[in-house]
């Protein structure tokens, strides 16, 4: 989900013992350790369900079993890739879709879906593939706001990844029953094509 868009790479600062927390409660990168199915899973829909209502994009969607009772997951590239951003809006939406995973978490948290992780981790660390590495999506997240910064469609890059983190949000309270569904189904089968993405999420 990432796009060419300039080097503006954010690497966050960190703690050592909140960071080894972290990686022990099974937060992290793509090569680390990532955490409880059911949380997985919710990270997961929610980039799906912020593409498909913000940019009408339709991806699949993989979990697997990872180290120890941890699971992975992966949004599958779409079958049509997805233009450059043109325009303040497009940005936004790219940014959001960087957030979709950890709103949903948040969302689901507070609707007492999810239970809380351990303390700091939520707050200091975002969730499961939120902060890592450089490809993480908090630094998609950072990136893409640099990139409308630098491309005249906002003044102030960090109030610009707030507005994404907002417009996510928005997006998973008010089609939460759906994604709800979704995770249903992906815990379930663990595998969702593109098209079973677009049936739960936007039925007929």
């Known amino acids: 989900m990432r796009f060419p868009s300039g080097k503006f790479c954010f690497?966050?600062?960190?703690?050592?013992?909140?960071?080894?927390?972290?990686?022990?409660?099974?937060?992290?990168?793509?090569?680390?350790?990532?955490?409880?199915?059911?949380?997985?899973?919710?990270?997961e829909c929610g980039h799906l369900a912020v593409l498909c209502y913000l940019m009408s994009i339709n991806q699949g969607c993989e979990i697997s079993p990872g180290l120890g009772q941890s699971w992975t997951g992966k949004t599958l590239p779409?079958?049509?890739?997805?233009?450059?951003?043109s325009n303040r809006d497009e940005w936004l939406a790219l940014v959001a879709c960087s957030w979709g995973g950890k709103a949903a978490v948040e969302v689901a948290?507070?609707?007492?879906?999810l239970r809380v992780a351990p303390p700091g981790i939520e707050i200091d660390h975002g969730d499961h593939g939120f902060y890592g590495d450089d490809n993480s999506d908090y630094a998609c997240a950072c990136e893409h706001s640099a990139s409308a910064q630098a491309a005249g469609f906002t003044n102030d890059?960090?109030?610009?990844?707030?507005?994404?983190?907002?417009?996510?949000?928005?997006?998973?309270?008010?089609?939460?029953?759906?994604?709800?569904?979704l995770v249903g189904y992906l815990m379930k089968k663990q595998v969702l094509t593109?098209?079973?993405?677009?049936?739960?999420?936007?039925?007929v």
Do not use: Q
């Open 109 to 113: 948290i507070d609707r007492m879906v």
């Open 11 to 43: 690497k966050p600062c960190r703690s050592n013992v909140i960071w080894s927390y972290a990686v022990a409660y099974g937060v992290g990168g793509a090569n680390r350790p990532y955490g409880p199915k059911d949380r997985i899973v919710w990270h």
């Open 78 to 85: 779409p079958s049509v890739p997805s233009p450059m951003p």
């Open 157 to 181: 890059w960090k109030s610009f990844y707030a507005e994404g983190h907002a417009a996510a949000r928005e997006v998973i309270e008010a089609n939460f029953m759906k994604i709800e569904s």
């Open 194 to 203: 593109e098209a079973e993405t677009l049936v739960i999420l936007k039925p």
